[in-house]
């Protein structure tokens, strides 16, 4: 198992500040510019900048705020998490949402104070810098203050040469079948209610819709098999394949302290290092292929996987 690094103060400050300050910027000025401003002020703006949309700027406000506070409130609690490189993924996140919406509100209260209000289209690009400016710096600090991920090799299980080795085991989300669920009911819920002034836009956002929902649920549950024919993983409601190793292109196994930050978040995860299906930070089982490349399952018996797999892989090779 690996252990937690600490962190010291400056490197705290350098998660907290941007939160502090994002939080800071969007009450002073709500201070300053609010008592100026009309209970209905220009709240979008088209391409050329001119005000094409208006409403009550405090809903905006309220989220706003709500958001900044609770990213100050993530990114404190984040040196203390286990598992650094999701905590730097999610306050990556939330920053760079914190920073558009603070952005965004300040820049619309205070050209609402002017007598023509415009914003052009490159204001954007301003929001974007903000938000990468808060967000980029925390989220370093904290993915290098992770310990670094440690490969544990396991032995072979000890069996006769003749003997059928095999070893199976299921994981699932409630979050992914819940998540699955709610899409798909979106979905139907979009199609009804656009179905009768826009057929075909209907039709076409219902279906994605649909397929989105239906590839979470896809993920939802799983189940692992390792035997001769080497690993598989394979979805438990709809028995679609989702990732297949021969034996003959596995070098070695393993496993290693998965974490959703390492791959970038959760589910079916592709990168230059290979492809992982990851539902919880923990143990997973690593696949090593003759190619330098790997595949990896998050699975609470992924030491007893690997053990299986390597006695798999010394008969294949006798």
């Not at 209000?117 to 600090?141: E, I, Q």
């Not at 656009?194 to 989105?212: H, I």
């Amino acid at each position: 198992m690996t252990t937690t690094r600490s962190m010291g103060t400056g490197p705290r400050v350098t998660v907290v500040a941007p939160g502090v300050v994002l939080t800071v910027a969007v009450l002073v000025v709500a201070g300053a510019v609010g008592p100026r401003l009309s209970d209905r002020v220009a709240t979008h703006f088209g391409a050329d900048g001119a005000p094409d949309g208006w409403s009550s700027p405090w809903p905006f406000f309220v989220i706003t705020a709500l958001v900044a506070v609770g990213a100050v409130v993530l990114a404190a609690l984040a040196p203390g998490f286990g598992d650094r490189r999701t905590a730097a993924m999610t306050v990556l996140v939330v920053y760079l949402l914190a920073g558009v919406l603070v952005s965004a509100w300040v820049l619309i209260a205070l050209v609402n104070t002017t007598d023509g209000p415009r914003m052009p289209w490159w204001w954007t690009l301003v929001f974007l810098a903000v938000a990468a400016a808060a967000a980029l710096p925390a989220a370093r600090v904290l993915a290098r203050s992770a310990p670094p991920v440690s490969a544990h090799d396991v032995a072979p299980l000890d069996v006769a040469p003749d003997a059928r080795v095999a070893w199976r085991a299921r994981i699932g989300s409630r979050w992914f079948a819940a998540l699955g669920v709610a899409v798909v009911v979106g979905g139907v819920w979009a199609t009804w209610l656009t179905a009768t002034e826009d057929a075909v836009g209907a039709v076409v956002s219902g279906v994605l819709l649909l397929l989105a929902g239906l590839s979470v649920l896809v993920l939802a549950r799983v189940e692992v098999t390792v035997d001769r024919r080497g690993m598989r993983l394979t979805s438990t409601w709809t028995r679609i394949p989702l990732m297949r190793v021969p034996l003959d292109r596995i070098a070695s196994a393993g496993w290693e302290d998965v974490s959703p930050g390492q791959w970038g978040g959760w589910g079916y995860r592709v990168s230059g290092r290979g492809i992982a299906y990851v539902l919880r930070s923990g143990p997973g089982l690593v696949v090593r292929l003759r190619g330098g490349r790997s595949r990896v399952v998050t699975v609470p018996d992924a030491e007893r996987g690997a053990a299986a797999l390597g006695a798999l892989l010394a008969a294949h090779g006798a």
